[in-house]
Structure formats: structure tokens, C-alpha cells
């Protein structure tokens, strides 16, 4: 069976300071991979979506990036962190469906990152 | 731009009622979907219907589709206290890959 893991699931952190967060799939191969961010009480954002090693499409421009580094490792990054880049962040997976569609998108536990 | 919106933004029923959630959307869809989120935890995957679909059942939850409308309704029947959490819609549009989620319906349950 599928599963996802992130780490850490906490992390305090000071403005100016770098970020890495990670996120890894195990029991499928090649799949469409996700970073959310949710402010508290909101709904999910879109960050950064990959459907290849490689691939990395930005929806909001920030001070984030992300990188595909192997098939199923997907991690998020800041060189300067923002208080504004508090909040949880979520990784997902999908199976890559043909036509670069989606279906049912399988989330990780989540990172809370608050930024002191 | 959100492309899911939910409705209501809050609910609150006692243990043994229904609860119905609504979420509406702007654009075409190739599919809608319903995810729970427990507080402080990742979000789990409910249900899927397809844009060819009306309605579709799993266990205690029924979810209609009128793309006319541009709607969807989550129905949870007969609920339970552990069925208090936060309920998403998201839809699917294009050959985007992602999905579009809305701001969520927060159900309490009362026991």
C-alpha cells in the first residue's frame, strides 16, 4: 500500500532563517505531487505541483521553491523566511491520470512552520 | 481565484441528525471531490464524482452534482460526534493536474 510521510511535523523557526521541508511517497511510482500551505481556519493554497523529476510548476509567486529531486522526494524551500510564510503545509500525491489530469489527491500529516 | 465555495461556513447539529454541505464552483469540471480534515491533520479523501455523474453513495454519505448549477451537495445522514471536522470541496478542471479547494464547511457534531 501507498503511503506519504513529511518531516518534521513542527518547526519554530526566526525570519532570515533558510527552510526545508520534505516529503516522501512509498508503493507507486511516478507520481503527480503537491505542497499546500492553509492559513488557520482557510482553506488549502496551492504552492507547487510536479508531474516528473524536474517538473515544477509555481501558482503563487513567494519567496518558496520546490524541488523534485527523485521520483517520489518532493521538498520545499525558503532561503529567508517571512513571518507571513507561517502556517501548515501539506504535501499530497496523486496517480498521474493520462491527458495531465488528477484524480484523488492522498495528503501527509502536515507541517506546522511558524515563523517567530 | 477560488474556484470552490462552501456553504455554510460553520455548522452545528446534535448526534443522530443530517448534516448537508454545499459547495459551488465557477468553471467546468472534469470531476469534484470531498475531503475531511480532522484539526491539525492532513486531509482525507471522501468522495469523487465525475462531471457525467448526479449522485454517487458511500456508507452514511451521499453527494449530488448539478453542473447546470455549477453545485454540489455532501450529505452526511445520521451523524456522529466523530464525524465533527472540517469538509472540503475541491474540483478538477482541464489537463491542469491540481485541483481547487474550497474554504471549507467546519461541522460540530454534539454528542
Known amino acids: 500500500s501507498q503511503t506519504i510521510h513529511q518531516w518534521p511535523a513542527t518547526l519554530v523557526q526566526p525570519v532570515g532563517s533558510p527552510l526545508s521541508l520534505e516529503c516522501t511517497v512509498e508503493g507507486t511510482s511516478n507520481p503527480n505531487l503537491y505542497w499546500y500551505r492553509q492559513a488557520a481556519g482557510r482553506g488549502l493554497q496551492l504552492l507547487f505541483y510536479?508531474?516528473?523529476?524536474?517538473?515544477i510548476s509555481s501558482e503563487v509567486p513567494q519567496n518558496l521553491s520546490a524541488s523534485r529531486p527523485q521520483d517520489r522526494q518532493f521538498i520545499l524551500s525558503s532561503k529567508k523566511l517571512l513571518l507571513s510564510d507561517s502556517g501548515f503545509y501539506l504535501c499530497?500525491?496523486?496517480?498521474?491520470?493520462?491527458?495531465?489530469?488528477?484524480?484523488?489527491?492522498?495528503f501527509g500529516p502536515g507541517t506546522r512552520l511558524t515563523v517567530l | 481565484s477560488q474556484q470552490g465555495e462552501e456553504d455554510p461556513q460553520a455548522l452545528s447539529i446534535q448526534e443522530g441528525e443530517n448534516a448537508t454541505m454545499n459547495c459551488s464552483y465557477k468553471?467546468?469540471?472534469?470531476?469534484l471531490q470531498w475531503y475531511r480534515q480532522n484539526s491539525g491533520r492532513g486531509l482525507v479523501h471522501l468522495i469523487l464524482?465525475?462531471?457525467?455523474?448526479r449522485e454517487k453513495h458511500s456508507g452514511r454519505l451521499r453527494v449530488t452534482l448539478d453542473t447546470s448549477k455549477k453545485s454540489s451537495s455532501l450529505l452526511i445522514t445520521a451523524s456522529r460526534a466523530a464525524d465533527t471536522a472540517s469538509y472540503f470541496c475541491?474540483?478538477?478542471?482541464?489537463?491542469?493536474?491540481?485541483?481547487?479547494f474550497g474554504q471549507g464547511t467546519t461541522l460540530q457534531v454534539k454528542p
Open positions: 464524482i465525475r462531471s457525467n455523474e
Open positions: 475541491a474540483t478538477e478542471s482541464g489537463n491542469t493536474g491540481k485541483l481547487i
Open positions: 499530497a500525491w496523486s496517480d498521474g491520470v493520462a491527458g495531465g489530469r488528477t484524480d484523488t489527491q492522498y
Open positions: 510536479s508531474v516528473g523529476i524536474g517538473q
Open positions: 468553471t467546468s469540471i472534469n470531476n
